[in-house]
């Protein structure tokens, strides 16, 4: 089972500019979905939440800057990082795309290596044990980039299941789960699997983090889910 990687769900209404992007983000392995327009990318957003969202400032009705402002508005999407793509490149349009909540603005034409950086960067911030970066809680520490995870000095031995519910729990310690966003978040929706199935891989997670010794890490709050710390 391939890792559920991160989705990044282009929003541009002109077919070949949004394929390049496609193109490209699908080299870097990313999941990629696509919207031509404002209205299509909400629906979207609504039904398969990416976890990061290209938004191109030109589109036919209701705009880019528009689309960014309703979704940083909204409680479930603020989080939801947004490079705006604009031709615009005034410097008061700048501003202005940034006001609206953008957590970036690239000027087209614009260069794919450095689109892909800024990805990167936004994804870095979000989704660190996506994009390889080094997680810590406690003494555990994850390392994505080698996949291994320690505690202490002991090297915690996971299966690819275990480690990625642990990705998940250490990019938000803290953070309640309900089984069914542990499903999504690591099983991936297109998949069917049972609830139970989570609470099965949780108590390999939680054994294999405790075989050396120390407390539970993973909390369960009764009739939530499950959170780390
Ligand atoms: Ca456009």
Redo the contacts with the bound molecule.
Sequence with gaps: MAPPQPTVLIV???PA?REVLAYNLEAEGYRVTRAENGEEALILVDEDTPDLIVL?W??PSVSGIEICRQLKTRSETRGLPIIMLSARSEEVDRVRGLETGADDYVIKPYSVVELMARVRLQLRRTRPSTVGERLEFDDIVLDSESHKVFRGDALVKLGPTEFRLLSTFMEKPGRVWSREQLLDRVWGRDIYVDTRTVDVHIGRLRKALCAHGGEDPVRTVRGAGYALG
């Design positions: 541009e209404d002109e500019q191109d030109m589109l």
